[in-house]
């Protein structure tokens, strides 16, 4: 645990040095102005007719008091003594409430860095890495998690601040009444050292609760993916059972962090009350406390008693919630261990030429089998290139290949003769268009949509674009047309028209290449024959590959390279592989009824 801790003072002073020291002259400010109404307190008493010994340890303080305020030419009066308490309690609210913001905001930037610099973790970490991670585990770590760890340091700054007062009280009892401060320091520490179990306990049950508020998170995600599903299956109630078991879960942790906290402010409440009375009984009886000093000592035992409660508990609180902030570090760790490596993009990569793989393998890491293996192929700049095969043959592994987001196990691929590496790979996918089956858009309009792909582009690029993608039509009939709200994952459009969006997004940003990976799937036929007309179009300008497994889609293809369990299984074009009669493009060619 201390090292988290070490680790966590580290990152919070990362927010800023000035803005943790203006937090912690605040509280120290505060901690001086309840000094000073506690050094008003005895002569103020004693001017009240309270009787105070002179030659008492109180006494000799009360003068100390009444010389300085001679000393600056202040009578000390009754009513000058409860006019500067009335200004130092009105000053300590100030200061009292300038802490507050400051922590406040000292907290929340902390919140917001940790958020910034795990989202940059997770963007930045290798591909494969993130397809083999649970995407709603970095969402609930940027959203839950951190807030938790940022009211860690809320709780630990009002600790630091809690022990602040303390120690100033303490420190004037120890100064008035130091046999009696000594002992009920004593029994503060045996009571302390009673209350330990009780700390490691908040701190294993907030462990818990952001293991399984993690769970519910992914489960909440998952289930609302699959609300459309669950009602047609009639699994409805089933759904909502098994989400209801998790949350009861979240909620008996959350219970369990209450319980474990309010068991040990009980304690230390009977603890405290029962110290107090032995110190107060000791004053008395044996160490000769006259009735002056015992009220002084009971004023000064009920004004530290609660803060050291409140010490205890903002303590066991940051203990609670400490374990969100290993969360938040461990995943950014492993995802900056896995971090993508950054080229620069010195120019741009032209694409003259062609793009070959060399005898490229690649196996994933979870994986028994290689995805592809011993893959030869070349893609003409300026070509239609189709690559089609079954489910799992390793199409999209080609493509992942092709885009840079992956390197090959062994072998190379190159452009224009020059090796695709890490260095390259970021400049390289400058000069890409990508559209997937799996389409992607925001909850946002349709040109902020096409915009995300190319904020510099034009109006009328905007709608050449769609054009192209068979998509300019329909767009025109939205209510707002490009200013139309697409609704969560563009869930006002049927698949067809988002995956027209993200073409004409790809289309876009004018690429040298342009990858649709089963992009065109849920088009209809004549709008498909739209699109695939466009790129025959584009043929010389946009080197094209298509990624599919239904063979209409890459009728006008220059080259067709057919994978199978990772391989190359033949290559040609169109009429050439439609006629070689023991091709398994021709098997297909017969299944999809092409032949006729």
């Known amino acids: 645990m201390f090292e988290l801790i070490r680790t966590y003072v580290k990152a919070l002073g990362g927010v800023g040095r000035w ?11 505060a901690s001086l102005t309840e000094g000073l109404g506690l050094a008003l307190m005895i002569p103020t008493l004693q001017i009240a007719g309270v009787r105070i010994g002179a030659h008492s340890a109180a006494g000799r303080f009360a003068a100390i008091v009444r010389g300085g305020l001679d000393g600056i030419g202040l009578r000390p009066t009754l009513a000058l003594m409860l006019a500067l308490f009335v200004a ?3 000053l300590r609210a100030l200061l009292a409430r300038a802490q507050t913001v400051a922590i406040t905001a000292l907290y929340e930037n902390f919140a917001q860095r940790l958020r910034r610099r795990l989202f940059e973790a997770v963007s930045g970490a290798d591909w494969v890495f993130i397809c083999k991670s649970r995407s709603s585990g970095f969402v609930h770590a940027l959203t839950n998690e951190v807030d938790r760890a ?16 303390a120690l100033l009280y303490i420190g004037a009892s120890l100064v008035l009444f130091p046999a009696a401060t000594a002992l009920m320091l004593a029994m503060c520490a045996v009571l302390g050292f009673l209350l330990r179990a009780r700390t490691r306990a908040v701190q294993r049950a907030g462990e818990d609760f952001s293991a399984i508020s993690s769970v519910v998170y992914a489960a909440a995600i998952e289930h609302f993916q699959s609300i459309k599903t669950a009602r047609m299956y009639g699994a409805r109630a089933r759904t909502c059972e098994m989400f209801a078991a998790l949350t009861r879960e979240m909620a008996a942790a959350s219970v369990r962090i209450n319980r ?22 000791a004053a008395i009886r044996w160490l000769g406390a006259s009735p002056a000093e015992v009220l002084i000592l009971l004023i000064l035992f009920v004004r530290v008693v609660p803060r050291v409660r409140m010490l205890q508990s903002t303590w066991r609180g940051f203990a609670g919630y400490l374990p969100s902030f290993g969360t938040v570090t461990r995943i950014e760790q492993q995802c900056r261990a896995a971090a993508e490596p950054s080229g620069a993009i010195i120019k741009p990569i032209e694409l003259r030429s062609a793009i070959r793989f060399e005898n490229v393998s690649f196996a994933y890491p979870s994986g028994r089998e290689p995805a592809v293996r011993g893959i030869d192929l070349t893609i003409a700049a300026g ?3 189709a690559i089609v095969g079954p489910s799992g043959a390793g199409k999209s592994t080609i493509a992942d290949l092709l885009m840079g987001l992956m390197a090959p196990a062994s072998g190379r691929i190159t452009i224009d003769g020059v090796a695709l590496d890490a260095e390259r790979a970021l400049a390289w996918r400058e000069q890409i268009g990508y559209a997937a089956q799996d389409t992607f858009l925001f909850h946002d309009t349709v040109r902020a949509n096409l915009a995300w ?11 050449g674009a769609l054009r192209m993608a068979a998509a300019e039509e329909f767009v025109a009939r939205l209510p707002q047309g490009l200013d139309t709200m697409l609704g969560d994952r563009g869930a006002t459009l049927s698949q067809g028209e988002r995956q027209r969006i993200a073409l004409a997004r790809a289309i876009l940003r004018r690429p040298r290449l342009l990858v649709l990976d089963e992009a065109t799937n849920s088009l209809d036929s ?3 024959a739209r699109v695939l007309g466009a790129i025959a179009q584009m043929r010389g300008a946009v080197t094209t590959v298509l990624i599919a497994h239904r063979l209409s889609t890459i009728r006008w293809a220059d080259l067709i390279y057919v994978i199978e369990d990772g391989r190359i299984m033949e290559s040609g074009d169109w009429s050439t592989l439609a006629a070689r009669l023991d091709g398994r493009f021709r098997t297909w060619y017969i299944a999809q009824g092409l032949a006729a």
């Open 526 to 528: 004549e709008n498909e």
């Open 383 to 385: 070509r239609i290139v």
């Open 88 to 90: 130092i309690v009105c």
């Open 19 to 29: 803005r943790l020291g203006w937090t912690l002259a605040l509280m120290v400010a």
């Open 150 to 165: 940022a009211v860690a340091a809320h709780q630990g700054l009002y600790a630091l601040a809690g022990a602040a007062v």
């Open 453 to 463: 792909a190319r904020p510099a582009a034009s109006e009328a690029e905007l709608r």
């Open 260 to 281: 474990e906290q309010s068991s040990a402010d009980a304690w230390f409440e009977a603890g405290s009350a029962l110290m107090m009375g032995a110190t107060l009984l």
